[in-house]
């Protein structure tokens, strides 16, 4: 008896497709992709909002805050502390401004959290462990950067552009006796302001460079008003409150970038692209690089230049020791090998 062909071998009929192996649970489609992070995206932006409002509500005093060096500085350099506000939006616009960083800077362990979650489904158990360290440290270091920034390099930033214009000789005004029957009048000189002048009084502040004068308002009240003193010279500096909150705001960003080496040097070095003893040879070139990344985000004089260019080789520095004390081994235990990632 012949033998019955199986049903793939008999002419003109098509095979049954094999059956299809069983999802896996564990594996998003594309569309689950973009659906997690739409998700991630709201709760991030949510999550934020009371910062923001918080922020904003305090605004003025951090704007008051933030313009203290620079007042401090043109006071130094015999200019007027006032900054000018050119728009009747300006101020509040900077006020703005300076609440959306605030509310990154504060908001970004939130903000990482959501990213991390959208992406720690797609790391091996290893590689969240660095990312455990490396995060936490990153956010350290951006905080460190800022108030080395505002406390040490805006200082010596401002007083160099400042000094540097007081430099510029003004015209002579000439000297010249005092005609006949007038008589200059004086006031006195205060390091503050007396205690309920008198309507009419005049004075000079010291502290702050001011003619001070005291006058009624409508309702009698007295109301102190002010003209600026500055010195004889050829280039009066006044701010503008915006462009100082930029500046100062992209200065603030510029060191947090740079302030991350020692977390670029740590993943480097955990990943098995950098290797500390090898790189202890190349010390000559991050010194160079450093100078050159002081050169560039501080004005060209030395001494700002090396304040900015010491700490980063320091930084440098300590991300080598960090590998060396915490190599990857010492990180992630027993290296988990991609065939076994999934059980993990």
């Known amino acids: 008896m012949p033998e019955r062909e199986a049903p793939s071998q008999i002419p003109g009929r098509v095979a049954p497709p094999p059956p299809k192996p069983p999802a896996d649970p564990g594996v998003m489609s594309f569309g689950d992709h973009l659906e997690d992070l739409r998700r991630r995206m709201i709760f991030a932006i949510v999550g934020v909002v009371p910062i923001f409002v918080i922020a904003f509500a305090f605004g003025r005093p951090l704007l008051g805050v933030l313009i203290a ?26 006020v703005v401004h ?8 504060i908001g970004s362990p939130w903000i990482l959290y959501q990213l991390w979650k959208f992406i720690a489904p797609g790391l091996y158990e290893h590689e969240r462990r660095f990312v455990y360290i490396l995060i936490p440290f990153s956010f350290v270091l951006v905080v460190a950067s800022v108030v080395f920034m505002y406390m040490v390099i805006l200082p010596v930033v401002l007083a160099f552009f400042i000094g540097f214009s007081a430099k510029i000789d003004a015209p002579d005004p000439g000297f010249a006796p005092v005609p006949e029957g007038i008589v200059l009048p004086e006031f006195p000189v205060l390091r503050a302001d007396p205690i309920d002048p008198a309507p009419g009084s005049v004075w000079v502040n010291t502290d702050l460079w001011q003619l001070r004068i005291a006058v009624p308002d409508r309702r009698g009240e007295i109301r102190v008003k002010s003209v600026e003193i500055v010195d004889g010279q050829g280039i009066v500096q006044q701010y503008r409150i915006s462009e100082y909150i930029k500046t100062l705001l992209n200065l603030a960003l510029a060191f947090g970038i740079a302030f991350q080496t020692p ?25 160079g690089a450093c100078v050159l990344i002081g050169a560039l985000l501080t004005p060209a004089d030395p001494v700002s230049m090396l304040l900015l260019a010491v700490p980063l080789y320091l930084l440098y520095e300590l991300g080598l020791l960090i590998l060396r004390v915490l190599p990857a081994e010492k990180v992630i235990g027993k290296r988990i090998e991609p065939d076994d990632a999934g059980d993990a």
């Open 263 to 287: 977390v670029v040097v740590i993943m480097l070095g955990w990943v098995g692209l950098l290797e500390p003893r090898a790189m202890s040879k190349y010390r000559k070139h991050a010194v």
């Open 98 to 105: 300076i609440a959306f960083v605030v509310t990154v800077l």
């Open 69 to 94: 060096p620079a007042r401090e500085a043109l006071i130094a350099g015999g200019q007027t502390s006032a900054l000018l506000a050119t728009g009747p939006f300006e101020t509040f616009a900077s």
